[in-house]
C-alpha cells in the first residue's frame, strides 16, 4: 500500500513537472500550425496562420501574425477575415477557473468582409442560426479587459443587392480601472468614408457579467457638427438587444448623414430628433418621436424596423405627422442630388422595403401653402407605390396617385393627379395673375415604360383636361383676343360670364398637341390649338376669337404665340382663324375619354 502510494505521487510528480517544463518551453515552439489546424475544424473552413508565440510567466504573453480565414464558396473575394497581428496579456491562473483577466488587448490590421452567397447564405454563419432566446444568457464569462486597442482596421458589408457598407476603425480604445469600475469606449473612423467618432460611457464589467440587471449605457456617434445619442440599457448588450431608452439626434445640417448614405450634400437644412427607442430581437421601434426639420414641426410619431433573416430585406414602416411641414429645404436637397433621380431604378430585389404615411396640417412652398396634407406610399419587391396624396390648396382639393414597377414586371409607370374645386380668386390673393374667377377643375394621367425615370421621361404618353364651368372672363381679355376697335375709346371692365372652358393636352416623349383650347362666353368664343415640344423648347400656338360669336366692332384676327417656350414670340397669325378643333380626343388615354368627351365645349354652339 505504501509503495503503491509512493508510486501515484510520484506519478502526479512527473506529470506536473512535465507539465511545467512544457509550459515554460512554450517560448521555444512555433504554434501558428496548431491555432490554424483547431481553428479550422471550429470555422469548417481554411484558417492560416503565419506565426503564434506564447511567452509563459505569471502573465502568458500571447503574439499572433498573419491571420487569413477564407471565405465561403462563390464569395467575392476569396478571403473573409485578415488580422495582421494580435497581442494580449492574459493573466495565467484566469485561466483555470475564470474569467479570463485580460491586462492588455492590442489589435493591428484587422479586416473583415461581410457577405451573402447567391443562395442567401450569410457568410459569417456555420450551419443554421440557432433560435433566438428572450432569455439575457450567461455572461459571467466575460473576462476582464482593462486596456483594450484596436488599430487599423475595417468591416465592409456587401448587401443582397451589391450596395457596400463600409466601416473604417482608425483608432480605439476600451479603458477601465478595474472590474468594477466604469468602462470608456471611444473609436475615430469613418463610414462611407465620412469621418465618424464614438464615445461610450459604459458601466462595469461586473455587472455586466449579472445578466439579471439591464446594463447600462451612454453611447455617443458625432460627425462634425452632427450627433446621435442613446442613454438607457439592454438586457442583452453583447447582442445589442433589449434595448430601452432615449434617442436624441442634433444635425445643424443634412450634410454628414447623406454623405453616409452616398448623397450630397443637404445644404442648411437641419434635423432635431428625440424619441423613446426600444429593441426586441429582430424589432426597432422609436416611438413618440418629435423633433423638427428647419422650422418644420414633428408632432409624437412612430418608426419601426424590422431586420430580415436569411436573405430577407429590412422592412421599415412610419407614420409622421406634421403640424407644419415646410417643403423648401427637401427641395434645397433634392437640388443638390441634380440629376440623381433620373437614374432611379426600381430593384426586384430592395435591400430596405419602406412603407408609411406622412400627414402635415399645414404645408408650405416658396410662398405657397396648403392644408390637410397626407401622403402614404411603399417601396416592395419590383414596385414603387404612392397609394395617395391629397391636400387643400387654393380651396380646392389635389388627389395624386401613382406607381412603378421593375424592369422585369415591365417597367410600367403611371401617375393620376386631379383637382377639383380650385378657386381663382385664391391665386389672384397668392399674387398669381390669371385673368378668370370661378372654380377650375383638372385631371391628369400618365403612362410610361422605362428602367429609370429618365428612360420612362423619353416614352411617357401625358394626357391633361381642364375645364371649368361658370365662373367670368376678363372682358379687357376677351376683347383683346378679338382684337375690338372699342378698346381704343374706352377700357373695357368686369368680367363676361363664362358658359363653359375646355382645354386638352396629350403628350408623348415631351412633344404634343394642344387641342381643343376653348373658353365660351355670353360675348364671344375664344379657341386654340397648337403643338409643343419640351426637349426642343418650342412652342407653336393659335389662338383667335370666333367671329359668329363676337361683335360687330371685333377685328377677329388669329393671334400666334411661336418659339421659345419660356421666351416665345407673340404675332398676327395668317389666314382667316382656327380650323375646328377636335371635338372627340380619341388620343387621350382612356380615362380621359369621356372627360373631355362631355364637357359642354364639345357640344355645337
Not at 490590421?109 to 447564405?121: I, N, P, Q, R, V
Not at 429590412?314 to 427641395?331: G, H, K, Q, Y
Not at 412603407?355 to 419587391?381: C, D, E, Q, W
Not at 404665340?561 to 414670340?569: A, V
Request: glycine share 12%; charged share 20%.
Amino acid at each position: 500500500m505504501r509503495r503503491l502510494t509512493y508510486g501515484l505521487i510520484g506519478l502526479a510528480g512527473g506529470i506536473m513537472a512535465f507539465v511545467t517544463l512544457s509550459f515554460m518551453l512554450l517560448d521555444r515552439f512555433e504554434l501558428g500550425p496548431l491555432l490554424a489546424w483547431s481553428a479550422s475544424a471550429v470555422f469548417g473552413r481554411t484558417v492560416t496562420v503565419a506565426g503564434l508565440h506564447v511567452i509563459p510567466g505569471k502573465w502568458l504573453i500571447v503574439g499572433v501574425e498573419g491571420v487569413r480565414v477564407a471565405n465561403i464558396p462563390g464569395g467575392s473575394r476569396p478571403v473573409m477575415a485578415e488580422l495582421r497581428q494580435l497581442t494580449a496579456e492574459v493573466e495565467t491562473l484566469s485561466l483555470l477557473w475564470g474569467p479570463a483577466n485580460v491586462r492588455r488587448l492590442e489589435i493591428d490590421g484587422f479586416s473583415l468582409l461581410l457577405e451573402y452567397a447567391k443562395d442567401g447564405t450569410r457568410n459569417w454563419r456555420r450551419g443554421k442560426a440557432p433560435p433566438r432566446s428572450a432569455e439575457p444568457g450567461d455572461r459571467s464569462w466575460v473576462p476582464s479587459l482593462p486596456d483594450v486597442r484596436v488599430r487599423a482596421s475595417e468591416i465592409t458589408f456587401l448587401t443582397s443587392s451589391g450596395a457596400t457598407l463600409r466601416t473604417r476603425l482608425d483608432d480605439a480604445t476600451l479603458l477601465t480601472t478595474g472590474p468594477d469600475a466604469p468602462m470608456r469606449l471611444s473609436a475615430v473612423g469613418a463610414y462611407h468614408e465620412t469621418p465618424l467618432r464614438l464615445d461610450a460611457d459604459l458601466q462595469s464589467i461586473a455587472v455586466l457579467r449579472d445578466a439579471s440587471v439591464p446594463y447600462g449605457a451612454d453611447v455617443r456617434f458625432t460627425s462634425g457638427d452632427t450627433t446621435l445619442r442613446f442613454t438607457g440599457t439592454l438586457t442583452r448588450p453583447l447582442d445589442v438587444d433589449g434595448a430601452k431608452g432615449s434617442l436624441f439626434l442634433h444635425a445643424p445640417t443634412l450634410g454628414a448623414i447623406l454623405a453616409m448614405g452616398g448623397a450630397k450634400s443637404g445644404g442648411k437644412t437641419s434635423l432635431e430628433l428625440s424619441g423613446a427607442l426600444t429593441r426586441t430581437g429582430d424589432l426597432w421601434v422609436l416611438a413618440e418621436t418629435t423633433g423638427k426639420l428647419n422650422d418644420s414641426v414633428l408632432m409624437p410619431s412612430t418608426i419601426r424596423l424590422a431586420e430580415g433573416g436569411r436573405a430577407q430585406a429590412d422592412d421599415v414602416t412610419f407614420d409622421l405627422a406634421f403640424d407644419r411641414l415646410n417643403l423648401d429645404p427637401l427641395l434645397v436637397v433634392a437640388i443638390a442630388e441634380g440629376d440623381a433621380g433620373s437614374s432611379l431604378v426600381v430593384e426586384r430585389r430592395p435591400d430596405t422595403l419602406l412603407g408609411g404615411r406622412v400627414s402635415a396640417r399645414t404645408l408650405s412652398f416658396r410662398r405657397y401653402g396648403a392644408k390637410n396634407m397626407t401622403f402614404s406610399g411603399s417601396i416592395t419587391p419590383g414596385q414603387i407605390k404612392f397609394d395617395e396624396l391629397a391636400m387643400t390648396v387654393f380651396d380646392g382639393r389635389f388627389q395624386a396617385s401613382g406607381q412603378a414597377e421593375s424592369a422585369d414586371r415591365g417597367g410600367g409607370l403611371k401617375v393620376r393627379a386631379s383637382m377639383v374645386g380650385l378657386d381663382l380668386r385664391q391665386l389672384h390673393r397668392a399674387g398669381i395673375a390669371v385673368p378668370m374667377l370661378g372654380r377650375l377643375d383638372w385631371q391628369i394621367e400618365a403612362e410610361a415604360t422605362g428602367e429609370t425615370l429618365a428612360s420612362a421621361a423619353r416614352t411617357a404618353h401625358v394626357s391633361a383636361v381642364m375645364w371649368m364651368t361658370g365662373g367670368g372672363l376678363s372682358r379687357d381679355l376677351l376683347e383683346k383676343a378679338s382684337i375690338d376697335i372699342r378698346r381704343l375709346f374706352r377700357a373695357p371692365k368686369g368680367m363676361v360670364p363664362i358658359s363653359c372652358l375646355l382645354g386638352v393636352i396629350d403628350m408623348h416623349g415631351g412633344i404634343g398637341t394642344i387641342s381643343p383650347l376653348r373658353i365660351r362666353t355670353n360675348d364671344g368664343t375664344i379657341a386654340g390649338q397648337g403643338r409643343f415640344d419640351l426637349p426642343g423648347d418650342r412652342i407653336d400656338l393659335v389662338i383667335a376669337s370666333q367671329s359668329a360669336t363676337t361683335s360687330d366692332f371685333a377685328l377677329d384676327i388669329p393671334l400666334r404665340i411661336s418659339g421659345s417656350i419660356m421666351e416665345p414670340d407673340v404675332g398676327l397669325a395668317s389666314g382667316d382663324g382656327l380650323a375646328p378643333a377636335d371635338a372627340d380626343p380619341h388620343d387621350l388615354l382612356p380615362a380621359l375619354r369621356d372627360v373631355a368627351r362631355r364637357n359642354a365645349c364639345n357640344a355645337p354652339q
